[in-house]
Each structure stands twice: as C-alpha cells, then as structure tokens.
C-alpha cells in the first residue's frame, strides 16, 4: 500500500483533471453580400446587447474581414443565440450566418 501523502497527492491530481472550468464559446458573425448593415447592427443591438457605436464596430470588421466576434456565452447560451440570430435573418429573408466555437 503507498504511503498516505502519495496517494493523497494523487487522489488530488485526478480531481483537477474532473473539476476543470466550464468552456466559453464565441459566437461568430459571418460577413455575405446580401444582408443590409443595419441589419447586422440591429441583431447586435438586440441579440448581443451591444451599444450602436460598438454593433457599428464589429459590423465593419465582420463586413471587412469576413467574420467577427459577436460575444462568448456558455454552450447553451452561444447556441440559443446562433438560433435567434437564424430565426431574425430568415423572418427577413436574409441569408445572415453565424457559428459558435470554443474561445
Ligand atoms: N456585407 C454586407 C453588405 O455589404 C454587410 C454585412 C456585414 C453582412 C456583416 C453580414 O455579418 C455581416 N451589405
């Protein structure tokens, strides 16, 4: 039987294996040729609680980049808000897509 401390050591590694934190997933705007900028701005205002100013910002790197960072959320708050952001877009018959990824 190993001493008391070594097992005692390990008993602690195992549970920072178990115990690691919850992941953040970023929710990520992808740019298309169809949806209007006011669009795009009025689905980060609404959807990502951003301010104009900053739904403007990201609306333009997104627009000029191809994709951008709307906000990281917990799994299920990333995917709730990919799906309003699809349900907005197709209600308005834009073509606007997002994905959510790990941080
Ligand atoms: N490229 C679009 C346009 O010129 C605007 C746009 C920006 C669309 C961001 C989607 O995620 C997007 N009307």
């Known amino acids: 039987m190993p001493p008391v401390l070594e097992d005692g050591i390990q008993f602690a590694t195992r549970n920072v294996e178990r115990l690691k934190e919850p992941e953040d997933y970023q929710v990520i705007l992808l740019n298309d040729d169809y949806t209007t900028m006011d669009f795009v701005v009025a689905i980060l205002m609404r959807i990502f609680?951003?301010?104009e100013a900053e739904a403007n910002r990201i609306m333009l790197d997104v627009h000029q980049d191809?994709?951008?960072?709307?906000?990281?959320?917990?799994?299920?708050?990333?995917?709730?808000?990919?799906?309003?952001?699809?349900?907005?877009?197709?209600?308005?018959?834009?073509?606007?897509?997002?994905?959510?990824?790990?941080?």
């Open 49 to 51: 609680h951003k301010d």
């Open 66 to 103: 191809g994709r951008g960072r709307a906000g990281s959320y917990s799994w299920d708050i990333a995917i709730t808000k990919r799906e309003q952001v699809h349900s907005l877009a197709r209600e308005h018959e834009f073509p606007l897509r997002c994905g959510v990824e790990p941080c």
